[in-house]
């Protein structure tokens, strides 16, 4: 399922991107209250604060929507009990569950997102009204959040155009709602908003209440600027020194200028400029390749002799290119690797999603011996974390 069918399920997709995306907050109430809990729950937050260490500020409280001081891990549950809500930064880089959300999520809109975790005694409130430079959806855990969301006083502002040194819109919050368990909310970039934790003194619920915010970071123009200005660092004619204006003379440096102007729109005309940015955008910020011990080290690669399986990363795509003399350049994450004897179509099906094992292998490629051939490709493969060995992994299973 694609992921923001998971998420947005019942509201559709693609009607979310066409009237919502980037330009009004949507409520989207769950269909079952543990639409979530297979991403995150209070077991995993007990984890993460009972046996890993997280740094200040990474992991830090705000009171009365004031960030506090670094706070000892022994005056957590006092910082809470006074009302103080719990943040954790780029949670997903400790969760699994989460790390693949976010990979999925980066597949999708092609940009960098991560994950907060904000956990709220009830009937508080975090933060003062603010708004965010990047999209975020809300997904609730447990407990309860009335939520505030109001229009943008600045359309899409960007990091350095922050809300505290602006005055938030005098006007009613054109959207109202309280999340429960499954719900979500997004707001988008520069609308307004605040929370407050729910609670129900008819049922005595002074439930806390627990959220995930995922944040998408989209890139803009400016960002294509600055990767522009990077690039142009490669050519001395850009890092030159400009000619000197003694007393306010510019008559040497106007027509420098105007050269370098002229260059400028050379570049900007070449199609491979657009290409080498939209290549960057493909590979940069992606999750970082996983860890495989002891296989990474060359050691029990193929316990389960023929039947030993392979798989790529889940969470990374593969780019396959067909090179001259019967090569193979594999690209995935930062890594990428040349391979020699193997037609690309069998290149190709070594990086499915459902994985092979060495029959499958044998069947594709009759010619390439085992001893010679396919077990030292794979052993690189591995070794270099571009392919993985199936835990899982004997056919029979």
């Not at 009171?63 to 706070?71: C, F, Q, V, W």
């Not at 399986?309 to 990374?316: G, N, V």
Request: hydrophobic share 35%.
């Amino acid at each position: 399922m694609d992921i923001f069918e998971f998420l947005l399920y019942p509201y559709a997709t693609p009607q979310f991107f066409a009237e919502n995306w980037t330009e009004i907050a949507l409520f989207i109430p769950g269909k079952s209250r543990d639409k979530f809990a297979g991403l995150f729950g209070w077991n995993q937050l007990n984890q993460l604060l009972n046996y890993h260490f997280i740094p200040y500020p990474n992991l830090r409280f705000s009171l009365d929507g004031e960030s506090l001081p670094a706070t000892p891990s022994h005056q957590w549950l006092e910082r809470l009990h006074q009302g103080a809500t719990l943040i954790i930064d780029s949670v997903h880089e400790r969760v699994p569950e989460l790390e693949k959300l976010v990979a999925d999520v980066r597949e999708q809109t092609g940009y960098r997102s991560q994950i907060n975790l904000y956990c709220s005694p009830s009937d508080q409130q975090g933060f003062n009204c603010h708004y965010d430079t990047h999209d975020v959806l809300i997904l609730q855990i447990e407990g309860e959040k009335d939520w505030f969301v109001f229009p943008e006083t600045v359309p899409f502002p960007v990091t350095g155009m922050r809300s505290k040194d602006q005055i938030p819109p005098d006007v009613p919050p054109y959207l109202e709602c309280r999340l429960q368990p499954g719900d979500l909310l997004y707001i988008p970039r520069g609308h307004w908003h605040y929370a407050i934790a729910s609670s129900n003194p008819s049922r005595d619920d002074y439930s806390p209440s627990l959220h995930l915010t995922l944040g998408i970071d989209c890139q803009t123009g400016l960002d294509w600027m600055n990767w522009l200005g990077k690039e142009l660092q490669e050519n001395t004619q850009w890092r030159a020194s400009l000619p000197v204006i003694p007393s306010g003379d510019r008559t040497a440096v106007q027509p420098y200028l105007e050269k370098l102007r002229d260059r400028l729109l050379e570049f900007l005309e070449d199609p491979e400029t657009i290409t080498g940015y939209l290549d960057d955008l493909n590979y940069r910020d992606r999750t970082p390749l996983p860890f495989a011990f002891p296989h990474q080290l060359g050691s029990q690669i193929f316990d389960f002799g023929l039947e030993t399986r392979f798989i790529p990363s889940a969470l990374h795509p593969v780019q396959i290119i067909s090179l001259e003399d019967h090569q193979t350049q594999v690209i995935i994450g930062a890594k990428q690797a040349t391979i020699k004897g193997i037609p690309t179509d069998v290149v190709e099906k070594l990086f499915r999603p459902g994985g092979f094992s060495l029959l499958d292998l044998a069947d594709w490629c009759p010619s390439l011996d085992v001893e010679t051939g396919v077990i030292p490709l794979l052993t690189r493969l591995v070794t270099q974390g571009i392919l993985f060995v199936d835990g899982s992994s004997s056919i029979e299973e």
